[in-house]
T-cell receptor, first 114, second 116 residues
Framework: GAGVSQSPRYKVAKRGQDVALRCDPI?????LFWYQQALGQGPEFLTY????????KSGLPSDRFFAERPEGSVSTLKIQRTQQEDSAVYLC????????????FGQGTRLTVV | AQTVTQSQPEMSVQEAETVTLSCTYD???????LFWYKQPPSRQMILVIRQEAYKQQNATENRFSVNFQKAAKSFSLKISDSQLGDAAMYFCAYRSAQGGSEKLVFGKGTKLTVNP
């Protein structure tokens, strides 16, 4: 596709439920990032992939959060046993490998845990 | 760790006027990138302008320009001839130039309202 695609756009989960959020990056983009954006805040880094390798997961808030990118393209962010504080917009971004390149963002998934 | 501070939660400007959004950051690194992103209600972050720290010349993109003061660690965004479509959240962001550290560090954002 022409841009970064995320699905679903909206997700409502009951507390304790597991969720999976999908990111389809721009074709050919090596780098992929996940960010969490709480209401009224700026995005905060969660994790980073270069191809299928997860090079940085320092931002994942707990072991309930897990991300994968098995074939170096599509990525899934999984949250187990969701809690109310997980409610946020989850943004995915992708970029080419070179440092001096722009990161392109998707429209995010708004997760609401009730 | 790097931090980015946007001290103006909200700003407003009259259509066709000029507005400046403030951003300061803290880092011990000498080489890095700075960005301004726009986030409309659709939630998609759109790159407005970027600045490489090693460049002394301030970046300009049409009606958007920055005032980069490296010693003061300040990176403000000036929007000239404001248009209704400029209304959005604006985020200042920092990225290290060191390999393996490509993540963006964002400020909390400034909500810009453009009045007709």
């Amino acid at each position: 596709g022409a841009g970064v695609s995320q699905s679903p756009r909206y997700k409502v989960a009951k507390r304790g439920q597991d969720v999976a959020l999908r990111c389809d990056p721009i074709s050919g983009h090596v780098s992929l990032f996940w960010y969490q954006q709480a209401l009224g805040q700026g995005p905060e880094f969660l994790t980073y992939f270069q191809n299928e390798a997860q090079l940085d997961k320092s931002g994942l808030p707990s072991d309930r959060f897990f991300a994968e990118r098995p074939e170096g393209s599509v990525s899934t962010l999984k949250i187990q046993r969701t809690q109310q504080e997980d409610s946020a917009v989850y943004l995915c971004a992708s970029s080419l490998a070179e440092m001096n390149t722009e990161a392109f963002f998707g429209q995010g998934t708004r997760l609401t845990v009730v | 760790a790097q931090t980015v501070t946007q001290s103006q939660p909200e700003m407003s400007v009259q259509e066709a006027e000029t507005v400046t959004l403030s951003c300061t950051y803290d880092t011990s690194e000498s080489d890095y990138y700075l960005f301004w992103y726009k986030q409309p209600p659709s939630r998609q972050m759109i790159l407005v302008i970027r600045q490489e720290a090693y460049k002394q010349q301030n970046a300009t993109e049409n009606r958007f320009s920055v005032n980069f003061q490296k010693a003061a660690k300040s990176f403000s965004l000036k929007i000239s001839d404001s248009q209704l479509g400029d209304a959005a959240m604006y985020f200042c962001a920092y990225r290290s130039a060191q390999g393996g550290s490509e993540k963006l560090v964002f400020g909390k954002g400034t909500k810009l309202t453009v009045n007709p």
